[in-house]
């Protein structure tokens, strides 16, 4: 495995990270002041104007659809690995990845609909996201069940003549609060006598139908993320074409699995961006302070926590890369584990490391002056969001113990694999 960058990447990393210095840097201050001033007007869920006004500056600069390898409709997508380093720059500011066209969820669902979507579907939904017209949410998690078991999820989706009719109540819907989001993918029950794993599918639905209705949003935190926001969506008796289900009744999990792989790639890929600013303000925050007659930063117990972050982070960083690697030569499937292990650790190592920048930065660290209490709470997140540590772990010790199971040969000896 050769993780090294080639010369286009490196062009493309130059750029953008010029482009973070001369625009994303200096517009964070700007970014929540403008949520801050819509939310004091009485209205959090307006887009913000500095996000429209940098997107065609990041178009113009290369740097627009990174994420979508081997499509003819975003010919400027990167395989997995030539895109790790450029959305691991992106995750050091939360809002950066939107500017380029590259934030979840729209990502995914781009993903979902080039893999699986019929060309009218295409047309329809897909293109205007390529371009950015419109903003998009996935509807999977739902309040009355545990949908880390994606068996429980109980909207439905029944067929009528030549309509499916989708009736549910889900919630964490990333992306539904914003008054740009156009469509949503939907995922619920066709068949509930279906084998366990053929009994959900996905459908395509217009937000504006008839039948749905934002109830809340949900805060993070104390975070409500405005104006992209994590929505608790009612669905009752919406009404959609049959040609809006992708792939067939019963394979929701198919596309699930195509859909998830990228995505928590991508967010392990930011969580490593996040973790670096953290480690860098925390460093600056320590060289900056004195106390008890000497500067912070000399103190022994911030010795061993720095050098502690720089090896997690690296290892972290590694282990994304092989993921990234193995998705791009053999494929999701068989770089499951590998996907599955870097979701697991990618968020936890974040998590501890924004952690001691927040202790380094004192009263500061959990205010709002810094970016770090807010980047913690993206990233606690994310040991829930695309599947809990617990689910990741399990697959891992499956995948695991498989590998040592005890068999019998013709002759009746036990036999261990892997052995």
């Known amino acids: 495995m050769n993780f090294d960058y080639t010369d286009?990447?490196?062009?493309?990393?130059?750029?953008?990270?010029?482009?973070?210095?001369?625009?994303?840097?200096?517009?964070?201050?700007?970014?929540?002041?403008?949520?801050?001033?819509?939310?004091?007007?009485?209205?959090?869920?307006?887009?913000?104007?500095?996000?429209?006004?940098?997107?065609?500056?990041?178009?113009?600069?290369?740097?627009?659809?990174?994420?979508?390898?081997?499509?003819?409709?975003?010919?400027?997508?990167?395989?997995?690995?030539?895109?790790?380093?450029?959305?691991?720059?992106?995750?050091?500011?939360?809002?950066?990845?939107?500017?380029?066209?590259?934030?979840?969820?729209?990502?995914?669902?781009?993903?979902?609909?080039?893999?699986?979507?019929?060309?009218?579907?295409?047309?329809?939904?897909?293109?205007?996201?390529?371009?950015?017209?419109?903003?998009?949410?996935?509807?999977?998690?739902?309040?009355?069940?545990?949908?880390?078991?994606?068996?429980?999820?109980?909207?439905?989706?029944?067929?009528?003549?030549?309509?499916?009719?989708?009736?549910?109540?889900k919630w964490w819907s990333s992306g539904a609060g914003d008054p740009r989001c156009a469509v949503y993918i939907v995922m619920g029950k066709t068949n509930p006598d279906a084998p366990r794993h053929s009994q959900q599918s996905m459908i395509v639905v217009p937000s504006n139908a008839k039948g749905i209705t934002v109830v809340r949003p949900l805060s993070v935190f104390g975070y409500d993320d405005a104006p992209h926001g994590h929505m608790e969506v009612l669905l009752e008796n919406v009404r959609v074409p049959v040609g809006n289900l992708l792939l067939g009744e019963g394979r929701g999990f198919e596309i699930a699995q195509g859909r998830l792989g990228p995505g928590r790639i991508h967010h392990c890929m930011r969580s490593i961006g996040a973790a670096e600013r953290a480690l860098e303000l925390m460093c600056q925050r320590l060289n900056s302070r004195v106390a008890f007659g000497k500067p912070v930063s000399a103190q022994s117990v911030w010795h061993e926590r720095i050098a502690d972050a720089r090896c997690r982070i690296e290892m972290a960083r590694l282990l994304t890369l092989k993921a990234a690697y193995m998705m791009d030569t053999v494929g999701n499937k068989v770089a499951k584990a590998e996907i599955a292990m870097i979701k697991v650790v990618a968020p936890n190592m974040a998590c501890d490391i924004i952690d001691m920048a927040i202790q380094a930065h004192g009263g500061g660290g959990v205010s709002d002056d810094f970016p770090l209490a807010y980047s913690y709470a993206n990233q606690r997140t994310l040991r829930l969001a695309d599947g809990p540590d617990e689910v990741h772990r399990q697959s891992i010790a499956k995948l695991e113990l498989s590998k040592h199971m005890v068999v019998k040969t013709e002759v009746d000896m036990p036999v261990t694999r892997g052995c």
């Open 8 to 169: 286009k990447v490196k062009d493309m990393r130059a750029r953008l990270l010029a482009f973070m210095d001369e625009h994303i840097y200096p517009n964070e201050a700007r970014f929540f002041a403008e949520i801050a001033a819509n939310r004091a007007h009485g209205n959090a869920w307006i887009p913000t104007t500095i996000i429209e006004e940098l997107k065609p500056k990041a178009r113009a600069a290369g740097l627009w659809n990174l994420f979508l390898p081997k499509s003819p409709r975003a010919p400027e997508g990167l395989s997995n690995l030539e895109y790790a380093p450029l959305c691991e720059i992106m995750g050091r500011v939360p809002f950066a990845a939107e500017v380029f066209n590259c934030s979840a969820p729209d990502t995914g669902n781009m993903e979902t609909l080039e893999r699986y979507a019929s060309e009218e579907l295409k047309d329809q939904w897909l293109e205007p996201l390529l371009k950015g017209e419109f903003r998009s949410a996935f509807l999977m998690t739902e309040p009355e069940v545990a949908s880390s078991d994606a068996t429980n999820i109980q909207c439905r989706i029944e067929r009528d003549g030549d309509e499916y009719v989708i009736n549910g109540r």
